[in-house]
């Protein structure tokens, strides 16, 4: 079973409907007995991360044990940004820290290049290393909307890029867990295919 980690803070319709239309049965769910007996947990995120981190604070356990057990994890959009120590849109607040680093807001200047902060819309990734979750991808288009992007300490981690002015982390992916910086499940055909690897590993 794969189940959705309902935190008050994630765009829960939107990833479940990508899960189910590759034929994945998925389950919404705050129950703690559900995600701790399942398979795979999907950590969607829109909002500020300190709100995010607030309301996870009781999902924490469930969550390290389940990366602990090497089960499959997936953060999408916040829900990649949370998996790191701490984020300069919450000073203070402290992140999952599953993986070492932090994140950044997307600089300011950026829109005296022509470029709007936030990042709103569609850009091609940069695939750095192969990764099932990338398994018969491309470069392909896909959709963000985020002002603020992680920088791992392990550049290693780094599986895919997108240039925005700088290098911004598109995937990151250590062992069982994965996280991308933009939604799989808005960016058409090719989103899927990624939501179906991933399934593939459940």
């Known amino acids: 079973m794969i189940a959705i980690i309902d935190y008050g803070s994630g765009n829960l319709k939107s990833i479940h409907n990508g899960f189910r239309q590759i034929g994945a049965e998925v389950l919404i769910t705050q129950d703690?007995?559900?995600?701790?007996?399942?398979?795979?947990?999907?950590?969607?995120?829109?909002?500020?991360?300190?709100?995010?981190?607030?309301?996870?604070?009781?999902?924490?356990?469930?969550?390290?044990?389940?990366?602990?057990?090497?089960?499959?994890?997936?953060?999408?959009?916040?829900?990649?940004?949370?998996?790191?120590?701490?984020?300069?849109?919450?000073?203070?607040?402290?992140?999952?820290?599953?993986?070492?680093?932090?994140?950044?807001?997307?600089?300011?200047?950026?829109?005296?290049?022509?470029?709007?902060?936030?990042?709103?819309?569609?850009?091609s990734l940069n695939i750095l290393k192969k990764s099932f979750l990338l398994k018969n991808i491309e470069n392909n288009y896909m959709y963000f909307v985020h002002s603020y992007y992680v920088e791992p300490d392990d550049d290693k981690i780094v599986i895919a890029t997108v240039n925005y002015g700088l290098d911004v982390p598109a995937i990151v992916a250590q062992d069982n867990v994965f996280a991308t910086q933009f939604h799989p499940e808005k960016s058409g055909k090719i989103g899927l295919k990624i939501l179906k690897n991933f399934f593939k590993l459940v």
């Open 32 to 123: 703690k007995k559900e995600l701790a007996k399942a398979d795979a947990l999907i950590l969607p995120g829109v909002g500020a991360f300190g709100t995010a981190m607030e309301n996870l604070s009781r999902f924490e356990k469930i969550i390290h044990q389940h990366i602990h057990d090497e089960k499959p994890f997936l953060g999408v959009c916040l829900g990649l940004q949370v998996l790191f120590g701490k984020s300069e849109e919450s000073p203070g607040i402290n992140g999952l820290n599953v993986l070492p680093g932090k994140v950044l807001q997307l600089p300011e200047r950026k829109k005296n290049e022509g470029l709007k902060v936030p990042q709103m819309g569609w850009n």
